[in-house]
């Protein structure tokens, strides 16, 4: 923009004002006062600048004469002052004098002049007389063309605010050339020049601002960034493996420098149990839940919150992720890859690394699990690294135990021996696995061949003297070999199923009841037909299973004599029996094979024992009467852990004893040594308080008996938790989940720390004849019926004679179960699948097993009023008439359950309408007072406008109202679907003040209604 043009918009801008200030100021002071200079002086006060030597006199007025001496400047008016009347309120000329000479208080001549007032908008403040301060107030020369002029009478103060002190100057001579008036400049580019003087500067100092906040801004963000950084350090310090004691501080921030932050969606896997990664997370934000396969069944077994990680060791070596982590919330994880590590740290700091890692995978190590952190370091100093090539064998079958092994990069293959009992059957190892450790401790063989199965593989390996020299006190090493042969001792004893199931107390209790036992070569352990009374582990030696008659191998001692090549010659040389590399050959005395005194063609195969942890005699932990299937003889000299099961048996009973309080497994359905098979089935669980055991709506085939610790049992009520009762130790829940696929109908959440026993449906059918399977299908079907209303009073005899009566029936995928007009006769239970209910036109709701419907038009024989169809590929279900239902009673007793069974559907009827969180017996106590009001065709309930004391809701019959349509949809209560009751006034029962009736209500057809007086649902 010119010049020009920026004169020409501040004119259009400013003029009006100008003009209007102009105005103002000319009928004050009169025509020879420049109205500009006015306010370009007033605007310059206001602003604390420097006022310009401007003369707010227009050039050539003469000066006007002063008219009384100069007087002091006036002083401040006091507070209290009443403040000068705007200037639109003072009067000009004659009445301005005669106002001014009637507030002085004093009177005024009529040929005195009098000074006009100046105007309170241009606010020109008192100029001073005095010469000097004017002088250096103005900071001016004296201007050389007023030197010798002759001094004028001193003018009067108002004189001196026109002049702006110009004759006072005039007396000292200036030295400048410089005129009052500056010819060249008009006065409103003098206004625009200081107008654009302070825009500048205003600019100027917006920009220093601007700049100012903006470094403000930018320290801001680097101190919370810095902050940010700092906290991801804090996190990342909680790493062992990147810790303070492995890395310094300076790596450890290089670190934080390459950490990624990544967003996961509520219930996104970040990893996944099994998966091979190179990654460690740590939380920043959000929840996640850790998730384990257990016993077949994968279980929550922990939460992570903010800074908490995972997946630390997957930096070094590419093991299987032992866990899956699954977000809970919207998570910010922040992820550090193995190629930023190896890219930031030296080779001390890896290896430092590794030894941390090594500590860690000691964890999964039995043999080293309960040495503390100090001894486990220790260890990982000792191990010894080793690199193999494809092919190459580790070890042999034959090979004596003398190093284990863990494996730290790469595969190895594990082939077992072919003379092995168990089918040959190859096992893949990858890091973090390990081998060797059974037999460290004993010098056993391997009993695998072990070979390298990638093309690179790195083993770390230790042998039991090196175990033990860590320690160099010898107390040290003495409690150091107790503590690497107990935990041995109790992982051979875990091998046991039943006694590896059992919770940590109750093994701690079996496993201190263990003994030593020692055999001699070729003693019997035990022999075939004999009844078992220990169960053993082999902890050192090898030992021979003989399937064959001992008479001719035992002596009166119990021993077995062998000669010179393990040739043994009784009775006469009749039989000749031979021995070798667990082969037993029985041979006649023409040196044809036989066995049990018939020749035979082949060899008997006696199979033979060196690996730690195989145990004999577990057949006596099911039956106290169990009888040896062989013999077990003593190759070598021997070791074994002996425990009498009564260890286990009396673990075992306290189980049998929750199990038979559940009415599928009472001693009504099972024997007591069913009952035990069903014992030795149960698998423990460790859940932490707070953790969900089961939850409401979701589908489950396991039940749950509490061993210790309490549990809440707790149902959605109305959006909300409640908890409907405790659990303690011997409950158990989720029984009818072992018969079908039912919805739970309740969650179960560990209010302490729980131990629980689970048992499966297949458990059950592995153990149980279906016979019995039978009888615990009716009962479980019995029990379906105590969540039916009108079943739920029936006793229990009468319960299962209905679920005798069952009749069950298939349907196919969109098949239609009933047909909404259809006279209800049945009540059906989904066994199976699911299948869809509707109502009308609604969208209609998915059923699945366990839940019924058909209930609510039963008894009344009406139709349906709701369409079900099959929703899975195949649906079964399970059915029962009326009559059905009658003949599980005596003749004389059957209108008597008709009654009951009446009585519980208006129970339920009060309870699905108006009193929702009642109990039984306050519903009880509201059904007395009500009554069944029986209807024909065209009986009239109520007439609009009647005055009401009660509500109705529709038992039987079709009722109308003209004027006010009535909706039904498909409702669900429980495991009770149906469409939704007829109700009439529920919509003024809550009101305190007399209620008319606001339609008609009539009966279309013959039928009945519940009577419900008003105060009843007030409470």
Request: charged share 25%; proline share 6%.
């Amino acid at each position: 923009m010119t010049d020009a043009e920026w004169a020409a918009n501040m004119r259009k801008v400013l003029g009006p004002h100008l003009e209007a200030m102009a105005s103002e100021v000319q009928q004050s002071w009169g025509p020879d006062v420049d109205p500009e200079a006015m306010m370009l002086r007033w605007l310059c006060q206001r602003r604390n600048l420097e006022v310009p030597p401007v003369s707010v006199r227009r050039r050539g007025a003469a000066p006007r004469p002063p008219s009384s001496p100069p007087e002091d400047p006036p002083a401040k008016p006091p507070e209290h002052a009443k403040p000068e009347p705007p200037l639109s309120a003072r009067p000009t000329g004659a009445s301005a004098t005669s106002a001014s000479a009637s507030a002085g208080g004093g009177s005024t001549s009529s040929n005195q002049r009098m000074e006009p007032i100046a105007p309170q908008t241009a606010r020109l403040p008192a100029i001073r007389t005095s010469r000097s301060t004017e002088e250096k107030r103005l900071s001016l020369p004296p201007l050389a063309e007023e030197a010798s002029t002759v001094k004028p009478p001193e003018p009067s103060p108002t004189a001196m605010a026109l002049d702006l002190g110009v004759n006072i100057l005039a007396t000292k001579p200036w030295t400048s050339q410089l005129a009052v008036n500056l010819p060249e400049c008009k006065p409103w580019e003098r206004t625009l020049k200081t107008v654009q003087d302070r825009i500048v500067s205003d600019q100027k100092r917006h920009t220093s601002h601007a700049e100012m906040l903006r470094a403000n801004d930018q320290r801001m963000h680097d101190l919370m960034a810095y902050m940010h950084q700092e906290m991801r350090g804090q996190f990342l310090a909680k790493v062992p493996l990147l810790s303070e004691k492995v890395l310094d501080a300076k790596t450890q921030f290089r670190l934080v420098s390459c950490l990624k932050p990544q967003t996961f969606e509520r219930g996104q896997f970040i990893i996944k149990e099994g998966e091979v990664g190179d990654r460690l997370y740590i939380i920043e934000r959000g929840t996640c839940e850790v998730n384990k396969k257990l016993n077949g069944r994968e279980v929550t077994i922990g939460q992570l919150s903010k800074g908490a990680f995972f997946g630390e060791i997957a930096v070094l070596y590419d093991m299987p992720r032992t866990a899956t982590v699954r977000t809970q919330t919207a998570v910010i994880a922040l992820g550090l890859s193995r190629a930023d590590i190896q890219k930031q740290l030296s080779a001390e700091d890896l290896e430092r690394m590794k030894l941390i890692a090594r500590t860690q995978v000691f964890g999964s190590v039995p043999l080293l699990a309960d040495l503390d952190a100090e001894r486990k370091a220790k260890v990982a100093i000792a191990l010894k690294s080793q690199r193999w090539y494809k092919g190459a064998v580790l070890a042999g079958q034959n090979h004596i135990t003398s190093r284990m092994y863990i494996i730290e990069q790469g595969n190895i293959l594990m082939t077992p021996s072919r003379r092995n009992r168990q089918p040959a059957q190859e096992l893949r190892l990858g890091p973090g696995q390990y081998f060797g450790m059974r037999g460290l401790l004993y010098g056993a063989p391997m009993g695998f061949t072990i070979t390298a199965d990638s093309d690179e593989v790195m083993t770390l390996s230790i042998s039991y003297e090196e175990l033990v020299d860590t320690e160099t006190d010898p107390a040290d090493r003495t409690e150091l070999a107790t503590i690497l042969h107990r935990s041995m001792r109790a992982h051979l004893v875990k091998q046991i199923p039943a006694v590896g199931r059992l919770a940590e107390e109750n093994f701690q209790a079996v496993f201190k009841d263990a003994q030593e036992v020692k055999y001699k070569k070729w003693n019997v352990v035990f022999q075939q037909g004999s009844v078992l009374r220990y169960v053993y582990v082999l902890e050192r030696g090898k030992l021979s299973e003989y399937g064959g008659k001992l008479e001719k191998l035992v002596e009166q001692d119990g021993k077995v004599s062998f000669k010179k090549w393990n040739v043994l010659e009784k009775d006469s040389a009749e039989y000749i029996y031979e021995l070798k590399s667990g082969q037993l050959a029985v041979k006649d005395g023409e040196g044809r094979r036989a066995f049990d005194g018939q020749v035979a063609d082949t060899d008997v195969n006696c199979p033979e024992h060196v690996t730690p942890g195989t145990y004999f005699g577990a057949e006596c932990l099911e039956s106290k009467s169990a009888i040896a299937p062989y013999t077990l003889v003593a190759l070598t000299d021997v070791t074994l852990l002996q425990f009498p099961p009564s260890a286990i048996w009396a673990v075992q009973e306290e189980q049998r004893q929750f199990l038979s309080r559940i009415q599928l497994f009472s001693p009504d359905v099972l024997t007591k040594d069913e009952q035990f098979m069903l014992v030795s089935k149960l698998k423990p669980w460790n859940f932490p308080a707070g953790r969900y055991i089961i939850k409401e709506g979701e589908i489950g085939d396991m039940l749950f008996i509490i061993e210790r610790g309490v549990c809440d049992a707790c149902k959605i009520l109305n959006d909300q938790e409640v908890v409907l009762t405790q659990l303690k130790k011997g409950a158990f829940f989720g029984e009818l989940a072992v018969m079908f696929d039912m919805p739970r109908t309740a969650s179960v959440r560990a209010a302490t720390p729980v131990t629980a026993l689970s048992l499966t449906r297949e458990d059950i059918t592995s153990v149980i004849g279906e016979e019995k399977i039978s009888k615990m299908q009716i009962l479980a079907k019995a029990q379906v019926f105590g969540s039916i209303p009108i079943l739920a009073p029936l006793p229990a005899a009468a319960k299962n004679t209905i679920a005798r009566r069952l009749q069950p029936k298939c349907f196919e995928k969109g098949s239609v179960i009933i047909d909404p007009k259809a006279k209800a006769d049945r009540l059906y239970i989904v066994e199976s699948g699911s299948v869809m209910v509707q109502c009308g036109e609604e969208k209609g709701i998915q059923l699945l097993a366990g839940m019924s419907f058909g209930m609510d038009r039963l008894l009344g024989e009406e139709p349906y009023d709701i369409k079900v169809t099959a929703f899975s590929d195949q649906v079964k279900t399970l059915s029962c008439t009326l009559p059905d239902i009658l003949a599980s009673a005596g003749t004389g007793e059957q209108e008597a359950m008709v009654r009951h069974m009446q009585r519980a559907l208006h129970m339920w009827l009060l309870r699905s309408v108006f009193l929702p969180d009642e109990s039984e017996q306050q519903l009880a106590n509201a059904l007395r007072h009500c009554d069944v009001l029986p209807v024909n065709e065209g009986d009239v309930v109520f007439e609009k406008g009647e005055s009401l004391t009660s509500v109705y809701i529709g038992i039987q019959g079709v009722f109308q109202s003209p004027g006010h349509p009535i909706y039904r949809a498909t409702e669900v209560r429980g495991n009770i679907v149906n469409a939704s009751p007829l109700a009439f006034g529920a919509e003024w029962a809550t009101r305190d003040s007399p209620v008319s009736a606001p339609y008609r209500l009539e009966a279309a057809t013959a039928g009945s209604l519940l009577r419900v007086p008003m105060y009843v649902v007030r409470g």
